[in-house]
């Protein structure tokens, strides 16, 4: 792609400025160890799902 000096000095910067966007929200990434393997499924009865019909 032909790109003017200005076109690249602009890409350059968003592009700097999206890499220190990611390694800021590196920073306040923890990731957190699942010792329970269980799996949890909040289930709604299907009557309650059910609309009244009158």
Do not use: F, G
């Given at each position: 792609?032909?790109?003017?000096?200005?076109?690249?000095?602009?890409?350059?910067?968003?592009?700097?400025?999206?890499?220190?966007?990611?390694?800021?929200l590196k920073q306040?990434?923890?990731?957190?160890?699942?010792?329970?393997?269980?799996?949890?499924?909040?289930?709604?009865?299907?009557?309650?799902?059910?609309?009244?019909?009158?």
């Amino acid at each position: 792609i032909n790109e003017t000096p200005a076109q690249k000095a602009a890409k350059r910067r968003r592009l700097n400025e999206e890499a220190e966007d990611v390694e800021e929200l590196k920073q306040h990434l923890e990731i957190m160890p699942d010792e329970d393997d269980d799996v949890y499924i909040e289930a709604i009865s299907l009557p309650r799902k059910v609309p009244d019909i009158c």
